[in-house]
């Protein structure tokens, strides 16, 4: 089956600590994307990625890194820098990220709570 | 000001009932987007739209360019429509999304 996997569905992390958020795609898409969504707010790009090894900052980046070595995977990692990490993160793709026809797939989300 | 309104922002219907989702935007758009998010928080593409007028089953998606403004109409709505549903628009590389239009449909 073709989609995005998102991993783990929720994680708890402790204060100063850094997570990783896991995002695989296997749509042979070029565009990855990284969201937050806050209760009563749209989602918030983080940072996006339109081919392999260049990604870019999006609204909301601070205290948030990602990396895209492999066009499958983009992973993403909230840093002990991000002051208010709690929220629910999707990750999305999309084929070419370019076109204006282009549409995003999206994971199932990853929700994390910093205790 | 966000760049994407939707109203309402809560709808309770019971089953059967037509429903609309208003959108608007403020922005330039290639694109407009409707998404469904269900409770798990799992997100689907509904449509996609330029210009003009789609229909998929019982959904229906329209847009008006120069005002600037979007429905979704949901036919004989059914207690699995229950969802969140949220206006997405694409301008330049960028997406901006509404805040979601929250739907519970009541058997």
């Known amino acids: 089956d073709g989609g995005i996997t998102q991993s783990p569905k929720y994680l708890f992390r402790k204060e100063g600590q850094n997570v990783t958020l896991s995002c695989e795609q296997n749509?042979?898409?070029?565009?990855m994307y990284w969201y937050r969504q806050d209760p009563g707010q749209g989602l918030r790009l983080i940072y996006y990625?339109?081919?392999?090894?260049?990604?870019q900052k999006g609204d909301i980046a601070e205290g948030y890194s990602v990396s895209r070595e492999k066009k499958e995977s983009f992973p993403l990692t909230v840093t002990s820098a991000q002051k208010n990490p709690t929220a629910f993160y999707l990750c999305?793709?999309?084929?070419?990220?370019?076109?204006?026809?282009?549409?995003?797939?999206f994971g199932p989300g990853t929700r994390l709570t910093v205790l | 000001k966000n760049e994407v309104e939707q109203s309402p922002q809560n709808l309770t219907a019971q089953e059967g009932e037509f429903i609309t989702i208003n959108c608007s935007y403020s922005v330039g758009i290639s694109a407009l987007h409707w998404l469904q998010q269900h409770p798990g928080g799992g997100i689907v593409s509904l449509f996609m739209?330029?210009?003009g007028k789609k229909k998929h089953g019982r959904l229906i998606a329209t847009i008006n360019i120069q005002e600037k403004h979007s429905s979704l109409h949901i036919t004989a709505s059914h207690p699995r429509d229950s969802a969140v549903y949220i206006c997405?628009?694409?301008?330049?590389?960028?997406?901006?999304f509404g805040t979601g239009t929250s739907l519970t449909v009541i058997p």
């Open positions: 997405a628009v694409r301008s330049s590389n960028q997406f901006y």
């Open positions: 990625s339109q081919i392999v090894n260049d990604f």
């Open positions: 999305a793709s999309s084929l070419t990220g370019a076109s204006s026809t282009d549409t995003q797939y």
């Open positions: 749509l042979n898409h070029d565009a």
């Open positions: 739209l330029s210009s």
